[in-house]
Each structure stands twice: as structure tokens, then as C-alpha cells.
């Protein structure tokens, strides 16, 4: 049992190193895809649309400025 839990430690240090730089770079690649302007107005789109089909009922809903809405006041 001890050696199992030190080869997955010494695994984990190993990934956690080589993990980190394939996540960044995962990071940077949906951000340049996120931002393309075909893709932002492709979501300005679908966010009217979803808008139009459910209105306020979907708590959270994201405005057409792309930021979170405020959260709705609590009744209890």
C-alpha cells in the first residue's frame, strides 16, 4: 500500500508539472477562439434568441453585454 501511494504521488508532482503547461495552453486557445468576432456574434445570436424563447424565467441569464445578471432577490 505504500508504494502504490508513493507512485501516486510521484505521479501526480510529475503531471501536476506537465499538466499545468497543457492547461495554459488549453486556456489560450479558447480564448483566442472565444474572442474571434465571428464566435462572439455568432453568441450574441443565440443569446437573443434563448432571450426571446424563455425571457426573464432562467435565472442568471447572461445580458446582451455579456456579463452575469444580478442575482434575483431571495423570498424567504
Sequence with gaps: MKIFLL????????GAKAGRARYEQMVRTYRRI??????QGA???VRA????????RVP?????????ASEPASTG
Excluded at 34 to 39: F, G, L, M, N, T
Excluded at 60 to 68: L, M
Design 34 to 39: 472565444a474572442d474571434h468576432p465571428a464566435v
Design 60 to 68: 442568471f441569464f447572461h445580458g446582451s453585454d455579456g456579463h452575469r
Design 7 to 14: 507512485g501516486a504521488a510521484v505521479g501526480y508532482v510529475l
Design 49 to 56: 434568441k434563448v432571450g426571446e424563447k424563455v425571457g426573464g
Design 43 to 45: 453568441a450574441g445570436v
